[in-house]
């Protein structure tokens, strides 16, 4: 497989469980009048998208490849989902699927082989990569409620190198070409480069501004140093729509 089976991180697999569980916590408190209110950083959205997309593909799609052998057909899980709900009754699917979401994941053995699109990966890696998308998409949440996403000094530092290790992955599957490597610069963390290579670029700032940036959500802009369009080739690969 292509990804990293040992991640550079100082979070274990029941930490990122534990952000998981604290993410889902904060969307379920998401209030019903809000749940029709625009997302700017996923244009043509709502609050109430994001909930769904959650609680579909995280609560009932991820959920079956931690449930079934890693030889299942994955995709398939994700393309026979159920219809998208919108408003209010994605906020009710989201209450009715996601604490029994991390219920799951708790007692999922770290080590267990689950589904991945380039093949098994041990659970642990899903749950690092589930983390930080659904703590991408409460930002998602948050900006549209105009609150200002933030994450622990911890949490934000291992969603900057994550999002080095995991975005590349996602460019072996475009046909365009690989973006050029920068080295990013997390104030108060391990630097760490993005791409193969030399970096052209170095890319400082706090790492939740870092984070953002690198998944196509509004953030301060970190200080560029050398090419200063490779950033923004680099978030053009983050997924903007939830898991």
Known sequence: MNVDQRPNTTLGAQDHVQWIADEVEALLAVAEDDVDQATPSCPGWTVGTVLDHLARGAGMGWATWFRDDADIDGMAVLTNLPPATTGSAARTLFHQTMPDYVALLRSTPPDKDCFWFTGPVPAAFLFRLGAV?????????????????????????????????????????????????????????????????APVATASGSSTDLWLTLWGRPAPKPIIKGDSNALDQWAQSAPTSPI
């Not at 190198?161 to 050029?180: I, N, V, Y």
């Open 133 to 197: 998308e659904i703590a991408t998409h409460r930002a998602d949440v948050d900006l549209a409620l105009d609150h200002t996403p933030e994450l622990s000094d911890d949490r934000a530092h291992d969603a900057v190198h994550l999002s080095a290790e995991f975005l590349p992955q996602l460019w072996k599957r475009r046909s365009e070409p690989t973006p050029p490597p920068v080295q990013l610069l997390p104030a108060g963390g391990q630097p760490v480069t993005i791409g193969d290579g």
